[in-house]
């Protein structure tokens, strides 16, 4: 079940980037747990969006902190990323993009996608159900309950995802 968790890339950035880094390294291995359990093995790809929406200069997180994640996936978890979707990027990420897509391998930068909210709130509406999706989500989105963080991190099974009953033991 989805939940409103804190977005990475719009928290305030002035913190370094290691928890940038080891934040997105934990949600990437718990997700890949959680598809693999789900689809008794048959599934090991993930879909990460990378939501902007609200952006600005006091949460300006260098851009290059992506590429960080990017470059760990291409070393590390080579074939397991089905796609990258960067919402409401601003445009010096499209920018730094246009330039750094030369250095990146070609398989890797075939799955970042630029998308708008909208764009991304259709696509999540194929594969969320009403019930599990936040308002901000997209239109009918029902559950309006906030995340209880220390639950997510403490008490819920690293395999299992944030509504399911049962927890870590």
Same mark, same amino acid.
């Given at each position: 079940?989805?939940?409103?968790?804190?977005?990475?890339?719009?928290?305030?950035?002035?913190?370094?980037?290691?928890?940038?880094?080891?934040?997105?390294?934990?949600?990437?291995?718990? !997700?890949?747990?959680?598809?693999?359990?789900?689809?008794?093995?048959?599934?090991?790809? =993930?879909?990460?969006?990378?939501?902007?929406?609200?952006?600005?200069?006091?949460?300006?997180?260098?851009? *290059?902190?992506?590429?960080?994640?990017?470059?760990?996936?291409?070393?590390?978890?080579?074939?397991?990323?089905?796609? =990258?979707?960067?919402?409401?990027?601003?445009?010096?990420?499209?920018?730094?993009?246009?330039?750094?897509?030369?250095?990146?391998?070609?398989?890797?930068?075939?799955? =970042? *996608?630029?998308?708008?909210? +909208?764009? *991304?709130? +259709?696509?999540?509406? *194929? =594969?969320?159900?009403?019930?599990?999706? !936040?308002?901000?989500?997209?239109?009918?989105?029902?559950?309006?309950?906030?995340?209880?963080?220390?639950?997510?991190?403490?008490?819920?099974?690293?395999?299992?995802?944030?509504?399911?009953?049962?927890?870590?033991?």
């Amino acid at each position: 079940m989805l939940r409103n968790f804190p977005n990475l890339a719009s928290a305030d950035t002035s913190l370094d980037e290691e928890p940038f880094i080891k934040g997105n390294i934990y949600m990437i291995e718990r !997700a890949l747990a959680c598809t693999e359990r789900k689809t008794n093995g048959e599934e090991d790809k =993930v879909v990460i969006f990378y939501n902007y929406e609200g952006y600005g200069r006091k949460n300006n997180g260098p851009p *290059q902190l992506v590429n960080k994640v990017m470059s760990g996936f291409r070393d590390h978890w080579p074939e397991r990323l089905h796609h =990258v979707f960067m919402v409401d990027a601003p445009f010096i990420f499209l920018v730094f993009w246009a330039i750094i897509k030369h250095f990146i391998d070609p398989i890797t930068k075939s799955l =970042v *996608q630029f998308i708008t909210s +909208e764009e *991304q709130k +259709e696509m999540l509406r *194929q =594969v969320v159900s009403d019930d599990q999706a !936040a308002p901000y989500m997209f239109d009918g989105g029902k559950d309006r309950e906030e995340a209880d963080m220390k639950a997510f991190f403490y008490d819920i099974a690293f395999d299992h995802v944030y509504g399911e009953t049962k927890s870590a033991t």
